[in-house]
């Protein structure tokens, strides 16, 4: 009765609503942080580690919403990986733009500076550049184009779903992470760092197509 009841209430349209509210949330709280001054001594750092942050936790979720489905035995749970998934890339967005904007000011000389300073940053670039073709194929137009599964194909070369490229985007975001951590990194960041790469390699080794 109660799984019944909770399948119902997944599958209706406030729950996408609910969602999305929810998913604004943290980036509302930066704009209201940023307005009123509460980002402490270094509100560029605070944003973009903020952004960034937010972009692991909804890459996490978009991960585990298929392991979770099957688990529950709620297929249901997958009407909302798209929101995830675009939410993600949002925050991924955001990130870009705090370091883009509030850190190097626009300016492509310094950013060039800073990438040979600080190479980690490219691990962070190509996680975001790989969510781009997820991003660009999640609208209804593109969903009823390319079909449920969303295959793109390379002539020639390879066919893949933009879906798997999330997979890619985890160790890269892993990366990143670890890398704006100080040095040594402490056991509890290993750990979560660990579980993290994990879920990918899980998934890949269920569905290796």
Known sequence: MIQRWFRQALSSAHALMVLHLLLALPLGWMVWAAANDALGANPAEALSRASGDWTLRLLCWVLFIS?????TRMPEWLRFRRSLGVACF??????VLCYAWFDQG??????????VKRPFIWVGMMAWVVMWPLAITSNNASV???GAKRWLVIPGV??????ELMKLAMPMMVASYLCRRPLPPRW???LVCGVLLALPVLLIARQPD
């Open 144 to 146: 009823r184009r390319l």
């Open 188 to 190: 509890q960041d290993l």
């Open 90 to 95: 949002v925050y991924a967005c955001v990130h």
């Open 106 to 115: 626009f300016d492509i000389a310094a950013m060039a500076r800073d990438l």
């Open 67 to 71: 392991p979770w489905r099957v688990l």
């Open 158 to 163: 390879m066919r893949f779903q933009p879906s």
